[in-house]
């Protein structure tokens, strides 16, 4: 069974919901791995939280027998990517693991931005492709229109695809023959020195970090000593084996084609960075693979407890956390309006919703979350370069020579009615237009460059409700590139609340001080002093609101001898300030540090 | 042993007025009878009044009492004295509204003992009655008070209130004025406090708020307009004889109600009926709010609870606190047997502010503190 030609390596590219993790979940099935019962409804999102969201956040790995039409058996290795663009670099390494893609397309709404993104992802790595056309028992699917399309725009030899309903099980087995017949067999040199790229790693308390590899060339077995060429780690394999539904099978020795696993008492997951090639530490391969990348994130944002005393429980599960996700940064950082709490960077924004559910939900923390920002870079006139991720840290405007943020390069596919909003969208967003081209009769894909900034907020959701549901998304990182920002600072009865600090386009400052104000006079409640509250930008006040002061505050009412129900109120009052965070003599909830992260709602 | 107070609650009313969040009801004859039946045996049971216990004030409220027949009132009190020594000089209180009561009713409430009758009359402008949802109008207000002096009430009380929607300065000037025309021995104040589960609520709730924040909303008073209501009022009651003694009550000299003292003093207190709280030490519970369990059940108790020294003395500063005459700490440290060091500084605070004051060896609530007395009792519990 180790002769390559019986090995498939492959994975499945799609746009969110076009039934990526359903087709999996098929595949599994039809291959006779798991039995119905433990068939739990998505095999391969393991998380509770992927499953809620029906995203898959960690790219994962199943190894499955087929006996195909042939009458051979095949070893199919099927790696799962996340569907997200915050996990891009992931995705290019989980699909450099594989030697072809299953471009699976919904019958009904055709090609989406991230089709286009996700397939160019997989030819850039020479994958072979091939599409699938799913959802064909959907009343509104039109299989024959979407097979034109895909041939049009993506220039996919579509006519023979496999038509499917992933859901009810129509038409699996003709994917699994097209795997068979279409993904290439791996052609690696199983005597060659150890040359095995990561894809992910896990952390078990047990058996330490377990890498997720694909090995190129070479073969490795327990006792191996392996390096792992960019981070310069060296370890003694305990084990090695291939990936069950949900389960790490333990095998005598993977050798090159095959997907697997591989533990050596590793401690930390930042030892085997994603996208690192792994050798054998005695007769190491000549060079490394290609496409390595350090783990950079690029959303920075302040997370608090809510509870002061709670911050070395927060301090715990964040390195829990690291333990299993390397791309997750922290590091102390104080601040005078929230306390002790931490600075940590994410690759992208649902990456930091991830990240904060997990430590709400999974640790029992409550968390206060400072608005996110981007990297920027500072030149101050000295010649330094500093590169910003808390708006705190800003220098002083005369330090300053100018400021850099970085840009993204966005694709937005968009029916015919709705490109006059998204272009208003983007234009409001600071974005540039690069181009739009009818893909079909009555669709665009819109090319634009955007600041980051602008779109880690609620560029999505803007998005979304600005063209009723029917434009997608996706943006690759560009460049950094010269811009007029400015840190616009919030002063709460004349005091500067750090927390609130932000940097925006000096354009957009205006406009933003203006409604954060409007925001936290609502969210502030009334004290015994009018307090007003002020949005500036180097020290000049530039919008401003006020709370009045409060008059009246008194139970002048009877309410006989019922003393209990008098003190259930004072001790509501009593509480609700204790939630409180204490700004000067002005005290602020939790809840108005939390409300400016939605500014464009209403 | 200090002498108790006795509180009966009658939950019946004509009609449920738009702002009222109290336990009170219409209900048919059957429903009364059976609650007066109820009532009776609660009184009479035992474990409600120990032998021998003295009682000197009695307070009928609700709800509306006058709304029962008198002969309900006039057993109830019965069965009371039956039950324990009501003392020769107790004060027996009746809460009454205009348009419920008869010559006949208020000669049978004096027969029976009762000797101050508290009138809800709110206001004396009919635009605002009507508001309400009171039953009666400005007119019946006097003449209700007429009768109850020729059936020879010498303690009469007047409920009035503020905030009221569209009340001005004018309109509430001229309800005090003929409030005082009338030279009641009591007026209480109260602020109309928009309660949710009441139709004012659907009405005005957040209105305050709205307007605070610089909305439009002018359906109720500002606050700045209330409060100054409420000062200009003490200064008018003040002139006419009335001493402000707590945040929303004013009287002519002697005439303080007992039966509110006492809950404001802590003192002990057994509540009848539904929905009624007694306090008889560090002991506390309230009956059922539920009709059906009240009649039905044999336990009617609920919520009972039994306060720690520290508790007991939290409570005793701020409702305390209410009474002009304020608290001596020090002594209540005494009485309670607690400490009270942990509230010096927040009565640190509260005298920089200036929301209490110093009055000898007591603190009081400031002018100002008595507008804002949420606040200042919130450090106390």
Redesign the interface.
Known sequence: MNDQERIRNFCIVAHIDHGKSTLADRIIEKTGLLTEREMQEQVLDNMDLERERGITIKAQAVRTIYKAKDGKEYILNLIDTPGHVDFNYEVSRALAACDGAILVVDAAQGIEAQTLANVYLALDHDLEVFPVINKIDLPSAEPERVKDEIEDVIGLEAQDAPLISAKNGIGIEEVLEAVVEKVPAPKGDADAPLKALIFDSVYDSYKGVIVFMRIMDGKVRKGTRVKMMATGAVAEVVEVGWFGAGQFIPCEELSAGMVGYLAASIKNVKDTAVGDTVTEADRPCAEALPGYKKVQSMVYCGLYPADGAKYPDLKDALEKLTLNDASLFYEPETSVALGFGFRCGFLGLLHLEVVQERLEREYDLDLVTTAPGVVYKVYKTNGDVIELTNPSNLPDPSEIDHMEEPIVSAEIMVTKDFIGSIMELCQERRGRYLSMEYIEANRALLKYELPLNEIIYDFFDALKSRSKGYASFDYEMKAYETSKLVKLDILINKEEVDALSFIVHSDSAYERGRRMCERLKDEIPRHLFEIPIQAAVGGKVIARETVKAMRKDVLAKCYGGDITRKKKLLEKQKEGKKRMRQIGNVEIPQSAFMSVLKLDEE | MKNKGI?VHIPFCVRKCAYCDFLSFPAGDELKKAYTGRLLKEIADGSAVSEGQTVDSIFI?GGTPSVPEAADIVRILEQIKKSCIVTADAEISIEANPGTVTEEKLALYREAGINRISFGAQSFNDDELKLLGRIHRSGDISECFEAARRAGFENINLDLMTGLPGQTKEVWSETLDKAIGLSPEHI????L?IEEGTAFYGRYHGADDIR???GTQSLLP???E??LM?VRGAERLAEAGYAQYE??NYAREGYECRH?L??WLRED?L?FGL?????LGNF?Y?NTSDMKEYLEAEDIRK?R?YLTAEEELS?AI??GLRLNLGVDIKELEKEYGADASCYLEWTEKMLD?GLLIKKGENIALSGRG??????V???Y?
Do not use: M, Q, T
């Open positions: 509180y409220g209480s104040v109260y602020s406090i605070a924040k610089g500002s606050e700045e209330e409060r409420v945040i929303s509110n006492k809950y207190y509540g929905g009624a709280a007694s306090c506390r309230k919520d609870e409570e701020f409702l502010e008595r507008d804002l007395a949420n606040y009792w919130s450090g519990v």
